[in-house]
């Protein structure tokens, strides 16, 4: 198996934050998310006064993500959540 270089790593962990972000608060997805029927995902609470994604303008579907995807999302450290602070925190 390939040794990955730290700006590879670096480089897979900014595309999968930009994944895991919703489209509306631009904050790191929290467990509980809905998404499109393309697969984009957004936040619960955000998605409450929205009948189309914001991301494709098509509509939300009814199939939640899977727990997989809830693993995957709490295992990514989430921005700090004051202005200004470039630093990201792990879930504890």
């Not at 962990?13 to 998404?35: F, G, R, Y």
């Not at 955000?46 to 303008?57: N, Y």
Request: proline share 10%; charged share 20%.
């Amino acid at each position: 198996m390939e040794t990955l270089k730290p700006k590879d790593l670096r480089k897979s962990m900014k595309w999968l934050l930009e994944i895991a972000t919703c489209p509306i608060c631009l904050n790191t997805l929290h467990s509980d998310t809905v998404q499109c029927v393309n697969g984009h995902p957004i936040c619960v609470e955000c998605q409450q006064d929205l009948e189309i994604c914001p991301t494709c303008r098509n509509p939300f579907s009814n199939v939640r993500p899977t727990g997989f995807i809830h693993q995957v999302i709490q295992s990514l450290p989430h921005p700090c959540r004051y202005p200004d602070c470039t630093y990201f925190v792990k879930n504890q």
